[in-house]
């Protein structure tokens, strides 16, 4: 499998540091708002690889942060009037929605920057030891980058035209040694969060949390790393500086960058009003299609985002999920069970497509390719199914189509419907729960139902439901 790696600009055969083992770090979101789709973008791509790593039989460690101390964090806190804390909480919750709406696993491990202080103390620490980092007169602590002979490595820039070009960069009040040396640790200021530290009261720098985290869940090696294409420069950098820097070793492996989702060929942004949450886009279309369209591209690819893009994308899953559908039918409704034998000729034909598909997300993650080879796959279903044909053949194809959906994270069937009976069952239980005073059980339910759309109305005459 031949992976594109921005550290040394090529595709490159993927060799794991363990065999049948990745270890893979993606940076996550900074929680102050709801999730854009521009988010959504690494999130999917990320996941699908991950999906085609674990189709492969690799065990994949993912782990993927989210950032919940930060100025923007901060600055909504004091807006509302409540806890950085409760801002992070809640849109870590409404993110993790989203990624359930997007059918993106859970990673292995997703670790909260304020949770691993201690982790990014000691590494600063061993980063002053030897000379890397040095604290200034107010407390804040940097990155010495000039010591770090690499510097740039991976964006390709080189620390000496960077500081030709920025000579007069000065900030007022910073007391860097030089203009490129990043925060490890600020000061404390007036109604922020803040840890303990040897340089004082304060909070990390934000590169410092990705390279603890990794080290922490994936150890000081790893597979790979990636994210959006705007976190080379600098965040990928700095992190590969503080983390190589620190413990003498190769940082990771395979560097993977998605390209950006632009709207009408534009930078997504609020003050233009080209700007969508996955919420807005969850309000018009099943989230399902927003995911099959940021596949129908490169991942490394600009994506440009738009209505026509979408509707395009919405009738290719159809004609998927209409395919699906029709199979269905068919093997449920077939009379003989076993294959024949001109069965098994057809569908061992039907493993081009398969190998088509592989051979695609084998280069580089192509899930472009991939989703044409489903689309031939459905077009030769179509060709190839009728009412006579056996169970075991139709269940064949079947499972090659949803095999191949489900490793692109696209579901084929709608969610089986709940049956009324076990709605009832589950509202008689409630009832009972509440009855014996375990509100905490009758909550459970109420959750449990409201997440399959079930909405309960709690009236006089007794409790009622609606599908929502
Ligand atoms: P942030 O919360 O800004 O740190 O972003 C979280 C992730 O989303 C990072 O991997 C970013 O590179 C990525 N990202 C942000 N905006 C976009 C966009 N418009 N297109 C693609 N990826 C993006
Ligand atoms: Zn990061």
Redesign the pocket.
Known sequence: MKIFNTLTRRKEEFVPLEEGKVRMYV????VYNLI?I??A??MIVFDTFRRYLEYKGYEVNYVSNF?DVDDKIINKALEEGVDASEISSRYIAECKKDMEGMNVLPATVHPLATQEIGGMIEMISALMEKGYAYAAADGTVYFRTGKFASYGKLSHKNLEDLQAGHRDIKVAGELKEDPFDFVLWKPKKEGEPAWESPWGQGRPGWHIECSVMSKKYLGETIDIHA?????IFPHHENEIAQSEAASGKEFAHYWMH?????INHQ??SKSLGNFFTVRDIAEKYDLQVLRFFMLSAHYRSPLNFGEDLMEAAKSGLERIRTAAEQLHRLLQASAQEEMTEHEEAVYAQSAQFQQKFEAAMEDDCNTADAVSAVFELVKFINMNVSAEHSRDYLNRLYDRLDCLCGILGIQIMPEQEMLDAEIEELIAERQKARKDKDFARADQIREELAQKGILLKDTREGVTWKRA
Not at 27 to 30: D, N, Q, S
Not at 227 to 231: A, P
Not at 258 to 262: A, E, I, V
Request: a neutral charge; proline letters at 9%.
């Open positions: 940076c996550g979101p900074t854009h521009g988010n973008r690494p950032t994210g959006g294409e705007d976190l998605n390209g950006f989702l632009n930078k997504m």
